[in-house]
């Protein structure tokens, strides 16, 4: 196969492509509005070349995100070693390592003047460590080179390993988010390279540290509406601290088809039951994302936090 050539779909894939694309309700839409600082920030990026997921993952919010100072980045590459059916993240073998990333993720958190910056990353179990290392350094490029910024990790499981986890624990960011996503029904056919409850585990792990804790739900694969609310609250029991509940937009017709449209009211609804299970914050509705509004939740939890 060469370059140019589409590689073969999966089985899993070539059933999905079955189901057509799913026409999108009315609710569905973005306004698009452009302060100061997001132009700014628009304008500096574009000069320097720079690289966030906010633009290459055509984020909904990133009007709202760049006017308040605030980005993610992707980090170890752009291949997947995991396989999750509603990630537009090709899977596959990753190429290379480079060690000078965490630099330039600091750099370019300088650069654009944030005040919070979100880091994920693809899985790396084709290393040793996981990838753990590369999660770590880049907290600590950025803490080191931007006192005062937020930093909030979006990071895979790393296996549940405990001395892994001790090492991206150790770096001390704001947030430290894992994100669950759905609901045990169907977790291994939405997410077969993660467990539950393993899931459930890390975060634990993680407010056991000292940690702001945070995961995310997406609606509209398959779950039903009780499913959701006993997720909720194993993940509150779990020691998760902050949640956002979004609906699942479908990337490709080889990902997974739509189950549902949830309806604004029903995102209402989910967010008023997570404050009254206990959550510091929560942001629940259609465009939601996880990364959200996230210095904000953060504030909530630190707020929550002094005031327990």
Known sequence: ??????????????????????KKPAWIKTRATMGDDYRDLHALVKGEGLHTVCQEA???????????????????????????????????????????????????????????????????????????????????????????????????DFSGRPDLLAQVFDTRPEVFAHNV???????RRIRPGFDYERSLNVLTAARAAGLVTKSNLILGMGETREEVSAALRDLHDAGCELITITQYLRPTVRHHPIDRWVHPDEFAELEEEAKALGYAGVLSGPLVRSSYRAGRLYRQAIEARRTS
């Open 1 to 22: 196969m060469t370059d140019t050539e589409p590689r073969r779909l999966l089985r899993i894939e070539a059933r999905n492509a079955e189901a057509p694309i799913e």
């Open 181 to 187: 996503e759905t609901v045990p029904r169907i977790f």
């Open 58 to 156: 055509g984020c909904p919010n990133i009007f709202e995100c760049w006017q308040d100072r605030e980005a993610t980045f992707l980090i170890g590459g752009d291949a997947c070693t995991r396989r999750c059916d509603f990630c537009q993240i090709e899977s596959g073998k990753p190429s290379g390592y480079d060690t000078e990333e965490p630099a330039r993720v600091a750099a370019s958190v300088k650069k654009m003047g944030l005040r919070y910056a979100t880091v994920t990353g693809v899985c790396r179990d084709d290393l040793d460590d996981l990838g753990a290392w590369l999660y770590a350094e880049t907290i600590r490029q950025i803490h080191a080179t931007n006192p005062g910024v937020g930093v909030e990790m979006l990071a895979p």
